[in-house]
């Protein structure tokens, strides 16, 4: 079965024509006029988890945070802007985890913003706690790295 997931607009940074980028696909998004990748950044919860991490073909830098949290809305920009830079390499997905608490029992959570680079639905790093933009993206490229299959190189 298959659930309902939201389709965000985004602009594209190389020709600025606006896009429809669903929350799941094959591949990566691409901007329909340039053919620019495209960031891919979408909400998921216990409904539609699975589907949009578990399922994904790219890695996915995942943002377990609550809107009551402080470091958490200091650190969505940050995520967004790694999200960008790695576009086409990356699916940035957020997770309000108090309205997902499944998925926040499945992994542990016990202090926000937890975030983890995940692939095929493991966890291949964690980071716990806000970091500067520079951080979190040098954080994710190594997670991307270590993950990646012996003799494959970027």
């Not at 578990?54 to 200091?74: E, F, I, K, N």
């Not at 940035?92 to 692939?119: G, H, I, N, S, W």
């Amino acid at each position: 079965m298959t659930t309902q997931t939201e389709t965000n607009v985004v602009e594209c940074a190389k020709c600025g024509r606006r896009n429809r980028v669903p929350a799941t696909g094959d591949g990566e998004p691409r901007c329909g006029n340039c053919h620019a990748p495209l960031p891919w950044i979408v909400d998921a919860d216990d409904e539609t988890f699975a589907e949009v991490v578990d399922r994904s073909r790219l890695p996915v830098v995942v943002d377990l945070w609550a809107t009551w949290c402080g470091p958490c809305r200091m650190v969505s920009p940050a995520l967004e802007q790694v999200a960008r830079d790695l576009a086409g390499r990356i699916k940035l997905v957020k997770v309000d985890v108090d309205k997902a608490r499944q998925v926040a029992e499945r992994f542990r959570v016990q202090a926000v913003p937890t975030l983890l680079v995940m692939r095929a639905g493991q966890v291949v790093s964690t980071q716990l706690g806000a970091a500067p933009a520079a951080r979190l993206r040098s954080w994710v490229e190594e997670a991307l790295a270590e993950d990646r299959p012996a003799g494959e190189q970027t």
